[in-house]
């Protein structure tokens, strides 16, 4: 994957959030016509390659809110909880940590409440398949077979 983008209300709100929060380094700035700049690009350290766009889009802000359009790679629940005590310390509300479908998973929220998760690669193994909103493997009925 090359890129995310983002879609914000107030970039520059939204960028010092990412930066305070992961680290967000701008790489790109995308100046309109007017000369104003309504979208960056950069990189979230530790979150390997793929670039990470924001963009001036109220109504796809909006649009977004409590919804998850990414998920950032987490090795393990230890990687997890030391995640949930550094949002911690930062003040940042976040969920407990969830066993998810397949591995561990914290939510939180960016300031036009996005909600991004982080989720770890680490399985869990807990057969997650009857639960209502849970994934289960394609082919599995709902009886789990």
Known sequence: MHHVKIPVTDLPRSQS?????FGF??????????????GVAGELPGFGDTLVAFRENAS????C???DPVGFAVRDRAGIEAWAEYLDALGIAHSPVIDASIGWLLVLHDPDR???HLYSWESHGI???????????????ESGA
Do not use: C, N
């Open 17 to 21: 959030w990412y930066e305070r929060v």
């Open 25 to 38: 380094r701008a790489l790109f700035e995308f100046p309109d016509g007017d000369g104003v700049v309504r």
């Open 60 to 63: 796809a802000a909006q649009g």
């Open 65 to 67: 809110q409590d919804f």
């Open 114 to 116: 996005i909600e991004l």
């Open 127 to 141: 057969d997650q398949t009857g639960r209502a909103g849970y994934g289960r493997r394609v082919g599995q009925a």
